[in-house]
């Protein structure tokens, strides 16, 4: 568990405890806190009601399809992408626990306006994971990463504040939107699972203590990418889909949003890989937004998450939108991957 949270161990919440009496009660586990990480904690969660909400009636509020702009990756920004962008920043920026935030479909730092308090936290998210999937009505998800300032207290913050280690990440979370909404986090000792029911309008626990198994029997990759991948990569591939003498085949399982794909890796097991290959030389997911808050989950559950040589929580970023390989999933599973990607 980061050593800089403000809010006391797991607790052993009782399955349909609330989200909100959750953070309560871990909240008074800690004498010295604050509540800010709380309060900034029911903001995104509120910012996931909201989203959760248009999604659920995308295809009757006008909001498929594209606004017309590209974004800083050079792609196209879906309305969903934008509506989900502002609502967690409008959700997020008068609450006085963040200094400043990065997302997916922001070029820069994303400053807190002056009339709010400049908080301790520094937030990143991607605010739609998988946008590729929204007008095919497949799951779609939230990303996020909390960490905590560097910059001087009551200061705007700055670049330095966003361009943090994976290590270093006080809590991360996602929220997956699917055939019921999920809002998963941890704050480095265990992850917990939270089912949202729309009848009451707040998350109940579901998943306590999410354990990924040492080993699965599903991998995950885009195979449509086979011809640009390292040989090392292919033979992997050409393995783990065999079958041989001490080994079963392996069933691919490819939703196309990462947030779906590890969500069901930290439930079933497996492997989801985004390698490398020629067009993507450092792959494609983003390294502070999408694969280190990940990663953090995937390692606070008893997986494995590396780029290929590293863990990915160990690397510096040197960018806001930089991007890496990625493998994460089972630890045996990730081995397996890792043996023959270095070979
Ligand atoms: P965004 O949708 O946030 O840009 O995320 C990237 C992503 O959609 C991941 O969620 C997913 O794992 C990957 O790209 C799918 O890429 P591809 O279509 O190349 O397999």
Redesign the pocket.
């Known amino acids: 568990m980061s050593s800089s949270v403000s809010i006391g161990p797991a607790q052993h919440s009782p399955i349909g405890t609330t989200l909100e009496r959750h953070l309560l009660d871990r909240q008074r586990q800690m004498p010295r806190a604050t509540g800010d990480f709380t309060g900034l904690f029911q903001q995104i969660s509120l910012a996931a009601k909201i989203i959760g909400s248009r999604v659920s009636k995308a295809g009757l509020s006008g909001i498929l399809g594209r606004t017309g702009t590209t974004n800083v ?1 050079g ?1 196209q920004v879906q309305k969903l992408d934008d509506f989900a962008n502002a609502t967690i920043v409008n959700t997020v920026e008068a609450g006085g626990h963040v200094c400043v935030m990065g997302s ?1 479909e922001v070029e820069g730092p994303i400053q807190i306006p002056s009339e709010y308090p400049q908080g301790k936290y520094v937030l990143q998210f ?1 605010p ?5 999937n929204i007008d095919i009505n497949a799951s779609i998800g939230t990303i996020f990463s909390i960490h905590r300032r560097l910059t001087p207290d009551g200061t705007p913050g700055t670049l330095r504040d966003l361009l943090q280690p994976g290590s270093d990440i006080v809590a991360a979370g996602y929220v997956v939107y699917g055939s019921s909404n999920m809002l998963v986090y941890s704050t480095g000792d265990q992850v917990d699972g939270f089912t949202y029911d729309p009848g009451v309008g707040e998350f109940f626990l579901s998943h306590p203590n999410i354990r990924i198994p040492q080993r699965g029997s599903i991998y995950s990759i ?1 195979e449509g ?1 086979y011809h640009g991948w390292t040989e090392g990569v292919q033979k992997w591939v050409d393995w783990i889909k065999a079958p041989s003498e001490n080994k079963r085949a392996y069933r691919l399982r490819y939703i ?4 779906a ?1 590890v969500h069901r890796t930290l439930l079933r097991g497996g492997i989801f890989v ?1 390698p490398a290959d020629t067009k993507n030389k450092q792959g ?2 983003r390294l502070l937004y ?1 694969a280190s808050p990940m990663a953090f989950l995937v390692e606070a559950a008893g997986g494995t998450a590396s780029d290929g040589d590293r863990r990915i929580l160990t690397i510096e970023p040197k960018e806001l939108h930089q991007r890496t390989p990625v493998f994460m999933g089972s630890p045996d599973d990730v081995a397996d991957a890792l043996r023959f990607a270095r070979a």
């Open positions: 990756q792609e997916e991607d739609l994971d998988g946008s590729g885009n990418n196309g949003a990462m947030v794909d985004y494609k997911l999408e």
